[in-house]
C-alpha cells in the first residue's frame, strides 16, 4: 500500500513529501512552511489516511502528527473525495488546542481558487465563545467543524448541529480527551454524535 500511495517510490529515508500523492498546490504550501521531509510518524501514517483508511497515531509531541489529518481533510476536499457541508470533524480537549489547529489549516490553505476556499470553511465551535456567534457561523455551512466536546454536545442536543453527513472524524490528543471527560461521557458523546454507541474496554 505504502507504494502505490507515493508518486516516486524509493528508498523510504529519502521520502519527501514531493512523493505524496497529494494535490501540487498543497505540496507547494507544504513547502514554502519549511516542511520538505516527513517525520518517521507521517511516512507511515499519512500515506493510509490520504487514502481514506482509519488511522491511529501515536507518537511524541514535535512529531506532525496533527499534520497528518490536516493535510489529509485538505487533500481530500481539493480532490471533491469529501461532498456536502459540516464533513470534517475535529474534537479538541482544550480550548486552546482548537485555536490552534484552526490556525493550522489557515497555514496550508493559501493559493487556492475563492470556489475552493468556500470549501475550506473552518468553523470554531468551543466553549467560552458566543454560542448564537456560533450557531451564526454554522449557517454559512461551513465544511470543517473544529471544536470542544461540551459546546458540540450542547449544540448538538438544542438542534442546531447536525453531524449526519460527517466523512472525517479526528479526535486529537485522544488520551487527554478520554482523561478530560471520562470513558462513560466519552461513549456518551458517540451516541449522541452519530448515534452510535461503543463500550470501552476496562484498561481503555
Known sequence: ???????????????????????????????????????????????????????????????????????????????????????????????????????????????FTDEINKNMKVCLIIGGDNEKEQIKDLKNKPKIIIGTPGRLLSLTQKKQLNLDNVQIFVIDECDKMLDEVGKFLFSKFFKIFFRYEIKCPKNF
Request: positive net charge.
Open 1 to 111: 500500500m505504502i507504494n502505490y500511495l507515493f508518486l516516486n517510490p524509493r528508498n523510504s529515508n529519502q521520502i519527501s513529501f514531493k512523493d505524496f500523492l497529494i494535490q501540487d498546490q498543497l505540496k507547494k504550501n507544504i513547502k514554502e512552511e519549511g516542511f520538505e521531509f516527513p517525520s518517521e510518524v507521517q511516512k507511515q501514517c499519512l500515506p493510509s489516511a490520504l487514502a481514506g483508511n482509519d488511522v491511529l497515531c501515536q507518537g511524541k509531541a514535535g512529531m506532525g502528527k496533527t499534520a497528518i489529518f490536516i493535510f489529509t481533510i485538505i487533500n481530500r476536499i481539493l480532490k471533491e473525495e469529501i461532498k456536502g457541508d459540516l464533513a470534517c470533524l475535529v474534537l479538541c480537549h482544550t480550548r486552546e488546542l482548537a485555536y490552534q489547529i484552526s490556525k493550522e489549516f489557515q497555514r496550508f490553505c493559501k493559493g
